[in-house]
């Protein structure tokens, strides 16, 4: 039972309450797991007494988990009850004993008001492109370059021929250039050239990442020269992609790029509504949760260097040396409003359309999330935490209350295809769904 202590403007103070039956339901559950988990010996799995398997995990451990089981159902079910949509929050959670009654408060901020322009009457342009004939060839002729065959052949360099060059010198190694997407500079150089010849390659000044780079010429023997050999379009072809005939190929085909087209239209209608919904909304935005999100996005920066090992301190060192340290944290500022206000959009046509995601939606959504990512959900859920827990919530329901919108509007049925020969996709195979991940901020909990 959840019962709203205080409000003042965004910030909230509510208690709940969890009876002392869910507390002991909670007991027996992770009793459960450690018995079926934890080993000791001289008894069988799941045989061994509580009193022995807590002297092995320690009393704490087991307060600890339970606690934490029932601040991840009960946080995000209290928030639900007293349609709350919070941004963060801090969990205060008084002492838990099995058989009593557990109570933990809550303080948090939540989204601030906000007003929609009438997006009902949007007009959206975005549209998906058309597979035509051109589109389909072109297609096939791109699969032809893909599996091109080479050659070795006696004779000077060409166009669209692979040469093997070796490059002189301490630091020189041996590899394949493509004439046919190679730079100007090395393109010209080679043209007409043969096997055997020694060639100087002038290579103009340029940036590589962070590091300039000034003029400077580099010496290659050309190793070999082959000729690109393109398979004629036929059943022949197509067997080797594993169609069973040509005719095949280019029906799987098409009907892969009409779906790949029909996502792209969606996706541009999408971001095309988002846009304006943004655009026509009234809201004042408090400065913490704008610095609260672009500390987040900058967390989130941080990791990845790490996983490269880069370290933020030296990459931080770097930017100033460059001047552009100013720059970067101006770009980050601007990205984390943008990203807040289109936050704040959804959440608040999610709720002018009164979109409910239901317990059973959610625990399915949770299940299919924990196993994409290899984790049960009991896993997936500790790793969220209260928090993580209810900012995952709240993304589904933004998304429900999008399709919805959408829906409303009519444009996924009712939208006319444009003719575009340039929107075809990079690959003629199919490509798996990929969802995005939001990554929830941490739980704060008080003890």
């Given amino acids: 039972m959840a019962e709203l202590m205080n409000r003042d403007g965004n910030k909230v103070e509510f208690k709940v309450s969890v009876p002392a039956a869910e507390v002991n339901r909670a007991y027996d559950q992770v009793w459960a797991g450690l018995s079926r988990d934890v080993r000791v010996p001289g008894f069988r799995p799941g045989k061994a007494p509580r009193k022995v398997i807590e002297s092995r995990v320690g009393k704490g451990y087991v307060e600890q988990e339970v606690r934490d089981r029932l601040l991840q159902t009960h946080y995000t079910q209290a928030a639900r009850e007293l349609k709350l949509s919070l ?16 109570e933990f408060t809550v303080k948090g901020e939540t989204y601030p008001e906000v007003k929609l322009g009438d997006w009902r009457s949007a ?11 051109e589109v389909l060839e072109r297609t096939l002729s791109d699969l032809q370059e893909r599996n091109a065959t080479f050659e070795s052949v006696e004779r000077p360099i060409e166009a669209t021929d692979q040469v093997t060059i070796e490059e002189q010198g301490e630091d020189g190694g041996t590899y ?11 393109r ?27 003029e400077h010429t580099v010496t290659v023997k050309i190793a070999d020269v082959k000729t690109k050999q393109l398979q004629a379009l036929d059943d022949a072809f197509a067997s080797s992609l594993n169609f069973e005939s040509l005719e095949r190929l280019r029906t799987d085909l ?14 541009a209608r999408r971001e095309e509504f988002v846009t304006h919904l943004v655009e026509g909304m009234q809201v004042e935005i408090p400065q913490a949760l704008l610095d609260r999100r672009r500390e ?6 941080q990791d990845d260097l790490g996983r490269q090992g880069v370290k933020w301190g030296e990459y931080e060192s770097f930017m100033k040396e460059q001047n552009k ?6 770009d980050l500022a601007k990205n984390a409003e943008t990203r807040v206000r289109r936050d704040l959009a959804l959440e608040q046509l999610a709720e002018d359309l009164k979109v409910q995601v239901s317990d059973a939606e959610f625990n399915q959504t949770m299940t299919a999330l924990a196993q994409a990512n290899g984790l049960t959900p009991d896993a997936l859920s500790k790793q969220l935490g209260p928090n993580g827990i209810n900012s995952y919530y709240t993304s589904l329901v933004r998304e429900k209350g999008l399709q919805q919108a959408l829906s409303q509007l009519g444009q996924d049925a009712d939208a006319a295809p444009a003719k575009t020969e340039d929107a075809q996709p990079e690959d003629a195979q199919p490509e798996e769904a990929q969802a995005e991940e939001s990554k929830p901020e941490e739980t704060k909990t008080e003890e």
């Fill in 254 to 267: 098409k009907a892969e790029l009409e779906r790949r087209a029909t996502q792209e239209g969606d996706t």
């Fill in 123 to 133: 007009q959206l342009s975005s549209t998906s492109p058309e597979i035509t004939d």
């Fill in 176 to 186: 394949p250039v493509y004439l046919d997407v190679a730079e100007a500079h090395v």
């Fill in 325 to 330: 340290l100013d720059d970067f944290m101006a």
């Fill in 296 to 301: 987040a996005m900058l967390e989130e920066i």
């Fill in 188 to 214: 010209e150089a080679l043209l007409g050239k043969a096997k055997g010849d020694t060639v100087e390659i002038t290579v103009p000044a340029h940036q590589h990442g962070d590091h300039e780079h000034p």
């Fill in 87 to 102: 941004v963060d929050a801090t969990i205060d959670p008084r002492p838990l004993s099995s058989g009593q009654a557990f």
